[in-house]
């Protein structure tokens, strides 16, 4: 008998927007350090959000495929999976000084965050006590 990803993990529900076991593996049940986390992500990623925004205007290459890879990063440790692949594509698009394109993949970028920082309000508003973080086999 399988047992369903809700019962595995009871933060699947937020899937495919977030990973809950990216973060939680690092937060454990320290809520406070969760918190503090996510503040960090939001500022981290506001920050390059800003600049790369800015290389984009300006068509630089350097500065928007750094940029772009910091969000990724940053939201991959986060589990912000959705926000980290189309940073990932913005990356892409740096590359190829595909400008142009941009401005759409940031809108979406806007709106993926936009819904993974609520996702974040909603875990820190009930934050599970007694998560355990799912083992390899059973999540995958």
Known sequence: ES???SEVDPLAKYEPDW?????MQVCGDC???CEELIELYKSSFEDALAKLNKAIAEKNKKDAKL?????KGAS???GGVLVSSVARELELLAMDEKFEEMPKLIEALEKKQK???GIFKELL???PEDYEIPDDD???
Do not use: G, R, W
Not at 19 to 23: T, V, Y
Not at 67 to 71: A, C, E, R
């Open 3 to 5: 047992l369903t990803m």
């Open 19 to 23: 990973k809950a076991f990216q973060l």
């Open 31 to 33: 809520a406070e350090l």
């Open 67 to 71: 940029y772009s890879h910091d969000i």
């Open 76 to 78: 991959a440790n986060v």
């Open 115 to 117: 819904k993974l920082i």
């Open 125 to 127: 508003a009930n934050f």
């Open 138 to 140: 059973e999540y995958y």
